[in-house]
């Protein structure tokens, strides 16, 4: 147990400084050191993980918002009757229609922001956001 809270914390910790980083240079010593991120509502961060599931229901990603790790597989799946895409917005990637049960996966491999969208119904929008992998290492 306390292993698993060493290394949360230390996950925890380096996911911080990550963000400081991406903050960019506008925090001076003057400033005192960086308050904790600030995300939109309803951002998951989920660092250090291989494969994070984005799960297409009543026409929305859930989650919508996702800080992963530089790496991290990222796997759409649609639950709805109705057919989705998971389109990038910076044209970058671009699925097939997904039935029911059908799947996209993709792997972010650079740090970033990545918005997409479904094809289909352009009011459904997503994020993710990769955080460079040698910032966050235990």
């Keep these: 147990m306390l292993h698993h809270r060493s290394r949360l ?13 991406l903050a960019g240079p506008n925090q001076t010593a003057a400033s005192g050191p960086p308050g904790p991120p600030r995300y939109p ?8 993980h291989r494969m994070i599931r984005v799960t297409i229901h009543n026409f929305a990603f859930l989650p919508a918002r996702l800080v992963v790790s530089a790496g991290t597989r ?12 998971v389109v990038s917005a910076k044209g970058l990637w671009a699925s097939e229609a997904l039935d029911t049960d059908g799947s996209f996966a993709r792997v ?17 929008r997503g994020t993710v956001t990769v955080v460079a992998a040698a910032t966050h290492k235990p």
Excluded: Q
Aim: proline letters at 6%; aromatic letters at 10%; hydrophobic letters at 50%.
């Design 41 to 48: 509502r309803g951002t998951v961060v989920m660092l250090g």
């Design 108 to 124: 972010f491999k650079s740090a970033g922001a990545f918005p997409y969208y479904c094809g289909i119904h352009p009011m459904m």
């Design 74 to 85: 990222v796997v759409w799946t649609n639950t709805d009757s109705d057919p989705h895409t």
């Design 9 to 21: 914390a230390t996950l925890l910790t380096a996911a911080l400084l990550a963000l400081a980083v």
